[in-house]
């Protein structure tokens, strides 16, 4: 089954605790991307990948890493989590970056 | 001004009835467009590419005005399961290609 995966799906940890956030697919997609999503500012794009060890900045990447050793993994790095990471991210995939977009499921992040 | 704009709504409407969004997009240079769907707390799924001669799905039609740098969605015969949020999605013709989303437009269909 062609799909997004993201691990973990819910996420509960302290302000300043290294997290990584999984993001794997299996479409052979060239383009992936990270979003936050927040209520009343909708999706905001972290950081993206147009291909194996290309990235850039999106447009919220303060706080953020990400890495794209390999075709289908994209994982989020957070190094020094803060409160106001606290967001529902999503992780998503397309053939190049004009395509439409698949989604994983979402990871549901509280840092406290 | 926002480069994809929609009227948060909510749009409230009986089963049945027809309803329509209009997105606003602020690149004249963009070539792709899309509409999405998305559940409370779920993924953003698509639900139509938008084609400049226009499209339909069901119950579902989408349009593209470049003049007026607006895309839509109509729906027909609503139905409960309609109730969502509707994300509109146009890229950014730049060295990035990436897509820019819309707020999102959310519909309530009461019984």
């Known amino acids: 089954e062609a799909q997004v995966t993201q691990n973990p799906r819910y996420l509960i940890t302290v302000t300043g605790k290294k997290l990584t956030v999984t993001c794997s697919q299996n479409?052979?997609?060239?383009?992936m991307s990270w979003y936050r999503q927040d209520p009343g500012l909708g999706l905001r794009q972290i950081y993206y990948?147009?291909?194996?060890?290309?990235?850039d900045k999106g447009d919220v990447p303060e706080g953020y890493k990400v890495s794209r050793k390999e075709k289908r993994n994209f994982p989020l790095i957070l190094e020094s989590p803060s409160p106001n990471q606290t967001s529902l991210y999503f992780c998503?995939?397309?053939?190049?970056?004009?395509?439409?977009?698949?989604f994983g499921p979402g990871t549901r992040l509280t840092v406290l | 001004r926002k480069e994809v704009e929609q009227d948060p709504g909510p749009f409230n409407v009986p089963e049945g009835a027809t309803v329509a969004f209009n997105c606003t997009y602020s690149?004249?240079?963009?070539?792709?467009f899309f509409w999405y769907r998305q559940d409370c707390r779920k993924e953003p799924k698509l639900l139509m590419s938008v084609y400049s001669s226009g499209n339909e799905d069901g119950r579902f039609t989408a349009q593209l005005n470049r003049a007026s740098q607006y895309i839509s969605l109509l729906i027909r015969d609503s139905k409960l399961s309609d109730s969502a949020t509707y994300l509109c999605v146009v890229n950014k013709k730049d060295s990035s290609y990436k897509l820019i989303f819309g707020s999102g437009t959310r519909l309530l269909v009461r019984p």
């Open positions: 990948s147009m291909n194996v060890e290309v990235t």
């Open positions: 998503a995939s397309s053939l190049k970056g004009y395509n439409e977009q698949f």
């Open positions: 690149n004249s240079a963009s070539q792709s």
């Open positions: 479409m052979n997609h060239e383009y």
